[in-house]
């Protein structure tokens, strides 16, 4: 309602267009094709740099560059006027030998210092992964295929089960590793593989 000219359009059933996509022709007028290649062909190739630059500027407000997964590019990220970045690998559904987003947080974080936002997006699938991601210095984290699972299950029900699980887990990590306070959460609560265990 704050904003008559998007929402009396949309009131009187004036067409919607998605204006990232509008502009493109549609990839199936020529026939069937894979989801793989229509996927692949809304990629526009020409992004770069600069037009992060104008989006800051144009928005003006919290902006996160999606599937970064390199130190270098998270600092580009936030040199262009990003507030964050949101470390993902889409699922491995691009190029499978990826790393997983969760090995990337700490080096991402090392490089962008700790005033940028790092969401790790990808491989959370039990509320000790988010205490693994936040003790990297993850900022917060979000989920893809478990909502889905969620929903095909048992629909809405089923979503608001699977965030009730996962915060259940999340509190019972961090309660089992003597964690009184989210903010408590640090680098020392974990291990990699080859180091010694390190408890509470």
Known sequence: MTVPSWSLPALTGSKFNLANVSHKIDALASGPMSLFDYIGGQFDRSVGWRDVEWLAREWNGP????????????????ASGASG???SNHGGR???????????????????????????????RRGSD??????????????GRPYLYG??????????????????????????????????????????????????
């Open 85 to 87: 970045v949101i470390i």
């Open 151 to 200: 929903l095909a299950a048992g629909g809405a029900p089923g979503v608001d089960r699977l965030l009730t699980i996962l915060r259940a887990e999340f509190e019972r990590t961090l309660r089992l590793a003597g964690i009184n306070d989210i903010a408590a959460i640090s680098r020392r609560h974990i291990r990699n593989r080859l180091s010694s265990p390190i408890i509470g």
């Open 94 to 124: 691009q190029l499978d030998g990826a790393p997983a987003p969760i090995d990337q947080i700490e080096a991402v974080r090392t490089i962008i210092g700790d005033a940028a936002d790092v969401i790790c997006d990808g491989g959370i």
């Open 130 to 143: 988010v205490v693994k991601a936040l003790a990297q210095g993850a900022t917060a984290c979000s989920i």
């Open 63 to 78: 902006l996160a560059i999606k599937g970064v997964m390199t130190p270098e590019d998270a600092r580009r990220s936030i």
